[in-house]
């Protein structure tokens, strides 16, 4: 059964360093998302994305946030300058179209700053 | 109003048990609605997707109330392997708004 792969499954980084967090979507998929889980919170939505470029984003995607979609098969969140409040788990989804449609996680990457 | 609010929990049940959770939003514009269950550290699953006349998939029932704007979840005869945080998930737009969760512990 096809899935959604990311990578690396834990990043460790300093703080203010960049890191750039992969996915790879489901071949078919059209609509691709980010997602953040802090420890013991809710999943928070960051951004959608279609036909590369972003549709939809959340008030904490700010400009240390960036996406892009390189070469039709990965899907990557980039965050420029890290924070400690960054630490938490960040989900790939993606689905087929828009509608009611299951999303697909990715089984996440935890995110340390120290 | 949270844009979506759930009981936290825990639900402490039996198993064997029949419970319920309730979660609510305030987008009236929302358009799809599911319940997804989350394991501990893991990604969150897809339980079920929850529509206008309601539905059922084996001992899962999914309830939607437009008018009051909230949705709910029936889960019969408890089993073990249904410990779990069950998020309540809306989607206005392009946007998906999560619920919190409620945690479930079934009790041998």
């Known amino acids: 059964e096809p899935e959604v792969t990311q990578t690396p499954s834990h990043q460790v980084t300093q703080m203010g360093q960049e890191v750039i967090l992969r996915c790879v979507p489901i071949?078919?998929?059209?609509?691709f998302y980010w997602y953040r889980q802090i420890l013991g919170q809710k999943v928070e939505f960051l951004v959608s994305?279609?036909?590369?470029?972003?549709?939809?984003k959340s008030e904490i995607f700010d400009d240390q946030f960036s996406v892009e979609r390189p070469d039709g098969s990965n899907f990557t969140l980039k965050i420029r300058s890290t924070k400690l409040e960054d630490s938490a788990m960040y989900f790939c989804?993606?689905?087929?179209?828009?509608?009611?449609?299951?999303?697909?996680f990715g089984p996440g990457t935890r995110l340390t700053v120290l | 109003r949270k844009e979506v609010e759930q009981d936290p929990g825990p639900f402490n049940v039996p198993e064997g048990a029949t419970v319920a959770f309730n979660c609510t939003y305030s987008?009236?514009?929302?358009?799809?609605f599911f319940w997804y269950r989350q394991d501990c550290r893991k990604e969150p699953k897809l339980l079920m997707s929850?529509?206008?006349s309601g539905n059922e998939d084996g001992r899962f029932t999914a309830q939607l109330n437009r008018a009051s704007q909230y949705i709910s979840l029936l889960i019969r005869d408890s089993k073990l392997s249904d410990s779990a945080t069950y998020l309540c998930?809306?989607?206005?737009?392009?946007?998906?708004?999560f619920g919190k969760g409620t945690r479930l512990h079934i009790l041998p």
């Open positions: 987008n009236s514009a929302s358009q799809s």
């Open positions: 989804a993606s689905i087929p179209s828009r509608g009611n449609n299951e999303q697909f």
């Open positions: 071949s078919n998929h059209l609509y």
């Open positions: 998930v809306v989607n206005p737009y392009d946007k998906i708004i």
């Open positions: 994305f279609y036909n590369n470029e972003i549709s939809e």
């Open positions: 929850v529509y206008s």
